[in-house]
């Protein structure tokens, strides 16, 4: 049973950058899954944001192309998210997931990280 | 306003057969048979119940089972348990490695 575990950055500020880690359990990070995060605005519904390979290859949803990064660091069995330029509608518990192939289903959660954004 | 839509409630007593629709378009839950859905107690970490519209991963009991017709793919829960008793989610492959999501229906166990 894989585990992922989100850090807990709580609170940043507006225009500033949001940085999440997820933490993996040992011996499935350079599997062939992919690696990504999911977030949701309180009162609101689930997005996908995109995910990373460990092979250096990425995926993000397009209306967060321009100021998002997810990378996978196999030595130290985490994966992370930047997001760059946040405003308030950023505020959000992030999830970060498995998926066996892009687009298809995620086979693994973490328990989420509310993350606000605000001064 | 979710891609997918979702009833927001549903509920039924121990025992009984409950169904939750997901309806969307022939862009996505119409045209691909990549339909998931997941079930999460606050709190904690959602679970995978279904993928590819009607699998069980191992682990996930018989008594949930999914299906499609057309635009609309639905999650079937029979002989309920107060322990279903949480919210649910679907999900759909909409093209172009993006993927959609319900809203979410809250299913409570009388």
């Known amino acids: 049973q894989v585990q992922l575990q989100e850090s807990d950055p709580g609170l940043v500020e507006p225009s500033g950058t949001l940085s999440l880690t997820c933490d993996v359990s040992?011996?499935?990070?350079?599997?062939?899954?992919?690696w990504g995060w999911v977030r949701q605005p309180p009162g609101r519904g689930l997005e996908w944001l995109g995910a990373a390979h460990h092979s250096g290859t990425t995926n993000y949803n397009s209306p967060f192309k321009s100021r998002l990064s997810i990378a996978v660091d196999r030595s130290r069995n985490h994966f992370s998210l930047e997001l760059s330029s946040v405003t308030a509608a950023d505020t959000a518990t992030y999830y970060c997931v498995s998926l066996v192939v892009v687009g298809s289903y995620f086979n693994y959660w973490g328990r989420g990280a509310l993350v606000t954004v605000s001064s | 306003q979710s891609a997918l839509t979702q009833p927001p409630s549903a509920s039924g007593s121990p025992g009984q057969s409950v169904t939750i629709s997901c309806t969307g378009t022939t862009s996505d839950v119409g045209n691909y048979n990549y339909v998931s859905w997941y079930q999460h107690h606050p709190g904690k970490a959602p679970k995978l119940l279904i993928f590819e519209v009607n699998k069980r991963p191992s682990g996930v009991p018989d008594r949930f089972s999914g299906s499609k017709s057309g635009n609309t793919a639905s999650l079937t829960v029979t002989g309920l348990q107060s322990e279903d008793d949480a919210d649910y989610y679907c999900?759909?492959?909409?093209?172009?490695?993006?993927?959609?999501f319900g809203g979410g229906t809250k299913l409570t166990v009388l």
């Open positions: 040992p011996g499935y990070i350079s599997s062939i899954w992919w």
């Open positions: 999900t759909s492959y909409a093209g172009n490695t993006n993927l959609v």
